[in-house]
């Protein structure tokens, strides 16, 4: 793990974090779906969640696209507050995020569902569009640009046109991370991108993952129950357990965290 | 360390498959010429009463478009775009009537009324979904007629109004009816021109999505409560325009004419026709138009069986519409003819 000159040497609370998690709390009805969670992430990282099912990592992800507003606590993205923006703002500030369950926009193309990723970064109205102006037209063009290399980079240059209704699982994931991508983030949150993907379909995802750091400079925040993956790749992982952060540091030292071990396996008798 | 991290764009991409879509696309533009060429030259072919009837027509494709930008674009089902289409039969019939504005000027007076008239039931909207919002127009539907009968200081009431018979052009010799014609045509064109210029940019992608999938649509950035409200506005405004030039060509308006079946039809116009389709409001308009008076020759005594009859035919053999069936397979046709092959 010391090939990578970005691994993180000294816990998370290195200089210029670009995420900022602090004490956020979440209940729902009487059970406690994140309690007093708190860690960061520095820019340039791959940064790996993981947890028992229910430990509350999709519920932070919720959080941090603002699809819930946490009880307590607050989340900040290069310094700023996300806890007051509109759900639709956090694309803007440079949040793009893939889901558990398959939410491609199933009656567009790939390249339309990518274009929908570069949303934020267009500027039309449904009046200039009405009135199809050359400042419209042009936009419309670079939009087109974006996408088709957004696909090309995530190796799906050839399915533009397909319908995104009939993919196979690991194109579809492929096309979720490309819209992530077109986003233009410079956080991007993958929620079990590895799920019910085969063996060298998830060889395939960690290189690319690698390569969105690598390449691109996107900090990555990665939800994963691929333990291979997840410890692979990361350069942090923190670990959640019932809502609490239970362990948070290099994958190695995660690793033989007492507390984790606990978490997955149960109590050693 | 930079901020804002771009994949930058491959150059000079547009390859094979922009090729093929060069080559659909004139395929397509010549298909819309020859239509267009068609339709102008139909009237002086057909009877005044023929021609009136196509007229309709065209203004019923316009309505149902609306409807289709709503229903089939935003997925936003309404039963109450009578109410819409009313609102702009009565901005006509009142500024014509009490004001003396000439007849092509109460159109975009139409459209600005029906388009807030929109925004504003689009808000209350928001709140509901599916059939629950269906149920909600309903209401509307079925108040329509009996608010048009209460403001009866406006509305003429129960009488309705007579309106001012447009002259065409002098310098144009044709009859009125030809010319009403010609008048819904050009506005049928700019109402699909503006249609798809909508859905085809960044506005669609926002309607689709929100549509599809809403909580990834808000994740890319989509306010989807503005969307929806916007997708509200400018339905009832394609839909109060089409209202407009009914009673313009038709001289009249009264309540009756307003009823739930209106909004009905308008619903069933565009499932047949195709709810997410541009062209599917055409079909729409000649169902809504021609199959009640054809059920009418076939049976003098049940032709709402007929009716319903042609419906569930047309709904059983083309489900998703006559035009968003039949469409992808002369697409498919026709990148079979073309020139280009894809990919």
Sequence with gaps: ??????????????????????????????????????????????????????????????????????????????????????????????????????????????????????????????????????????????????????????????????????????????????????????????????????????????????????????????????MGLVMGLSDQVVVLNFGRVIADGPPDEVRSNPAVTEAYLGTRH | MEKRHVIAPATGSPGGAGGAVFGSNSAQWISILALVVFAVALPFALSKYHVFELTMVMIYAIAVLGLNILTGYNGQISLGHGGFFAAGAYTAAILMHRYGVPYWATLPAAALICFVLGVLFGLPALRFEGPYLALVTLAMALATPQLLKYFDTWTGGQQGINLPKPVPPHWLEIDRDRWLYFVALMALLIAIRIAANILHGRTGRALIATRDQPIAAVAMGIPTARYKTIAFGTSTLFTGVAGALAAIVIGYVSPEGYSLFLSVSFLVGSAIGGIATIGGAIVGGLFIEFVPNLANDISDAAPWAIYGLAMLLFMYTMPRGAVGTVWPWIGKALMRMGPHKIE
Excluded at chain 1, 27 to 34: D, H, N, P
């Design chain 1, 1 to 226: 793990m010391t090939d990578r000159p970005l691994a993180a040497a000294d816990g998370p609370h290195t200089a210029d974090p670009l995420l900022e998690i602090a004490d956020v709390t979440m209940r729902f009805g009487g059970i406690v779906a994140l309690e007093a969670v708190t860690f960061s992430v520095s820019q340039g990282r791959i940064v790996g969640l993981i947890g028992p099912n229910g430990a509350g990592k999709t519920t932070l992800f919720n959080c941090l696209s603002r699809l819930y507003r946490p009880m307590r606590g607050d989340i900040r993205l290069n310094g700023r507050s996300l806890n007051r923006c509109a759900p639709s703002d956090i694309a803007a500030l440079g949040v793009g995020r893939t889901f558990q369950a398959p939410t491609l926009f199933a009656s567009m193309s790939v390249l339309d569902n990518v274009k929908v990723g570069a949303h934020a970064r267009g500027a039309n109205t449904p009046l200039t569009d009405a009135l199809s102006l050359p400042r419209m037209r042009r936009e419309e063009h670079e939009l087109e640009q974006i996408a088709r290399a957004t696909l090309t980079f995530v190796g799906l240059d050839q399915m533009a046109a397909r319908p995104a209704a009939n993919l196979s699982l690991g194109a579809r994931k492929r096309v979720e991370l490309a819209r992530a991508l077109a986003v233009q983030p410079s956080l991007l949150l993958l929620d079990e991108p590895a799920g019910g993907l085969n063996h060298t379909e998830v060889a395939e995802l960690g290189a690319l993952v690698r390569s969105i750091r690598d390449r691109l400079g996107i900090t990555v925040l990665l939800v994963e129950h691929h």
